[in-house]
């Protein structure tokens, strides 16, 4: 599922500019097709132009029949009559997705026989200090077993001593949720720490869900400012 909203603070309409003769989002849908890792993909949307956009590019769409406060939200109507076990949220600003770091994924809930863990998602090492600093980019931290302990935008954790040489992690927007634990989210109230931050995955560690971080190297481009698009086209060529 590709939750796609038309409206964004920081770059309105972005998933609609062109990135190499094509829209971001049809970008995004055709990258995560091209996986072949799941039985079906759909954009979700509230909005005619990109479910138009999708559908008429040969693409699968579903649109919102609701107002949503998230992209969890938004993909939890959409699944609520499928019938799945496992719902993996692509975002729609990712024209780079690929399928090795889906496929760890995925991995992640084929070796969990208990069916401990409630959702996974990717992480990414950083390095460089302004990306550290940047509170667009969202920080985990995570325990021995890379479980989420939680999710900032601020540089986690605070480097006091720096010679400790702490390691730093940008979280990568794709998650793969049981669906019990996508649907519960929706009933679930915001608390503090989500509305503070802005960042919805953290609504599942206040409530004592687990999330399973996996590594990866591949880190692409999220397309969240204009600049974030040129450098996109760059990498494209």
Same mark, same amino acid.
């Given at each position: 599922?590709?939750?796609?909203?038309?409206?964004a603070?920081?770059f309105?309409?972005?998933?609609m500019q062109?990135?190499a003769g094509?829209s971001?989002?049809?970008?995004?849908?055709?990258?995560?097709?091209?996986?072949k890792l799941?039985?079906?993909?759909?954009?979700?949307?509230?909005?005619?132009?990109?479910y138009?956009?999708?559908?008429?590019?040969?693409g699968?769409?579903?649109?919102?029949?609701k107002?949503?406060?998230?992209?969890?939200?938004?993909?939890?109507?959409?699944?609520?009559?499928?019938?799945?076990?496992?719902?993996?949220?692509?975002?729609?600003d990712?024209?780079?997705?690929?399928?090795e770091s889906?496929?760890?994924?995925?991995? $992640?809930?084929?070796?969990? %026989?208990?069916? !401990? @863990? =409630?959702?996974?998602?990717?992480?990414?090492?950083? &390095?460089?200090?302004?990306?550290?600093?940047?509170p667009?980019?969202?920080?985990?931290?995570v325990?021995?077993?890379?479980?989420a302990?939680?999710?900032?935008?601020s540089?986690?954790?605070?480097?006091?001593?720096?010679?400790v040489?702490?390691?730093?992690?940008?979280?990568?927007?794709?998650y793969?949720?049981?669906?019990?634990?996508?649907?519960?989210?929706?009933?679930?109230?915001?608390?503090?720490?989500?509305?503070?931050?802005?960042?919805?995955?953290?609504r599942?560690?206040?409530?004592?869900?687990?999330?399973?971080? $996996?590594?990866?190297?591949? %880190?692409?481009? !999220? @397309? =969240?400012?204009?600049?974030d698009?040129?450098k996109? &086209?760059?990498?494209?060529?």
């Amino acid at each position: 599922m590709i939750p796609a909203r038309y409206s964004a603070s920081r770059f309105p309409g972005k998933l609609m500019q062109n990135l190499a003769g094509k829209s971001v989002i049809l970008r995004t849908y055709e990258a995560t097709v091209a996986t072949k890792l799941f039985s079906e993909v759909y954009v979700v949307t509230d909005s005619d132009i990109i479910y138009d956009e999708i559908v008429n590019n040969g693409g699968k769409a579903i649109m919102s029949l609701k107002e949503h406060e998230s992209g969890s939200d938004r993909i939890a109507e959409a699944v609520a009559n499928i019938d799945c076990d496992i719902v993996v949220n692509v975002q729609g600003d990712e024209p780079f997705t690929e399928g090795e770091s889906l496929a760890k994924v995925l991995n $992640v809930f084929r070796n969990d %026989e208990k069916k !401990e @863990i =409630d959702l996974a998602s990717l992480m990414v090492e950083i &390095k460089d200090w302004d990306e550290i600093n940047n509170p667009n980019s969202v920080k985990v931290i995570v325990d021995q077993e890379n479980f989420a302990l939680y999710f900032s935008r601020s540089p986690i954790p605070y480097p006091r001593d720096k010679e400790v040489n702490a390691r730093y992690f940008k979280h990568k927007g794709i998650y793969a949720f049981r669906k019990e634990a996508l649907l519960e989210f929706t009933v679930l109230p915001m608390k503090f720490l989500e509305a503070s931050e802005k960042i919805e995955c953290i609504r599942y560690l206040e409530y004592g869900k687990r999330i399973k971080m $996996v590594e990866t190297e591949i %880190e692409g481009v !999220e @397309i =969240d400012t204009p600049e974030d698009l040129e450098k996109a &086209k760059l990498l494209w060529k």
